[in-house]
């Protein structure tokens, strides 16, 4: 069977890309690194891909707000090769500055469309600082089709700007139809406040999908937690075969197995 093929999409400031494309090789898929100029200016496609990423960093330094000048050269440059990517049955995750490129690009909530307008964002983080720590989370019932089998995860968060916030309608719409795939919660499972919740997101929300499941956004870094010396008590609680993130780079890949 030939393998899954990833697109890993970076451009200046992209400083995850090697990790992502590291994660998903472990999971069993190809993956090619591509600048998003060879897709903008050079004609390259999407077609040869099953998968496309947008990793987590600081994408053109933030310059204008966490992934806005990124979110606008998909929006604009390829908004028509996206929706048709999606129709095809493509899938699309964003982790970190991805996600936040995700949903000001109107990719999320979706259902997504050139001129689609935002409805969420992610904003600065309550504590008014970087957060780098490690979280829990669960996966609340959703739709994604990159949360098989996952009903908690324990991994490293890294943001400024986590901070998920919609209005009360478009917040009901992601609930009622399970497009809400992880909640920040405390050791115990339970939902908390800081520093359980390391940004005040509304509904201790990291994470969300769009109305087919094969688009996921969320800030927690799944791609720095797929090796199990990377859990940060391995030494003191085992060393496991492989560590937490890998199940949702193993989800989707499998997806497209069957």
Request: net charge neutral.
């Amino acid at each position: 069977m030939a393998k899954v093929k990833v697109c890993v999409l970076r451009t200046a400031g992209t400083n995850c890309d090697g990790e992502t494309a590291f994660a998903f090789e472990q999971a069993g898929a190809a993956t090619e690194s591509v600048h998003v100029n060879q897709v903008l200016r050079k004609g390259a496609g999407l077609d040869d891909y099953q998968i496309l990423v947008i990793p987590g960093g600081f994408t053109y330094g933030d310059d204008i707000a966490a992934g806005k000048i990124l979110a606008n050269e998909l929006r604009y440059g390829l908004g028509g090769k996206l929706r048709e990517f999606i129709d095809k049955g493509g899938a699309i995750l964003g982790i970190c500055n991805g996600f936040q490129v995700l949903v000001k690009a109107g990719l999320l909530p979706g259902p997504f469309s050139p001129g689609a307008p935002q409805e969420v964002t992610l904003t600065f983080n309550d504590s008014a600082k970087f957060e780098a720590r490690w979280i829990y989370l669960k996966a609340a019932p959703n739709k994604s089709v990159f949360t098989d089998g996952i009903s908690s995860l324990y991994l490293p968060v890294a943001h400024g700007e986590g901070k998920f916030v919609a209005d009360q309608q478009t917040l009901r719409r992601i609930v009622d139809s399970r497009q809400m795939v992880f909640q920040y919660v405390d050791p115990n499972g339970r939902s908390a406040g800081y520093p359980w919740n390391p940004n005040g997101s509304v509904e201790s929300i990291a994470g969300i999908c769009d109305d087919t499941g094969r688009v996921l956004g969320l800030m927690p870094h799944p791609e720095r937690h797929v090796l199990g010396c990377q859990h940060p008590r391995w030494t003191r609680e085992g060393l496991k075969d492989e560590g937490g993130g890998t199940a949702v780079f193993k989800s989707v890949v499998n997806y497209f197995r069957r």
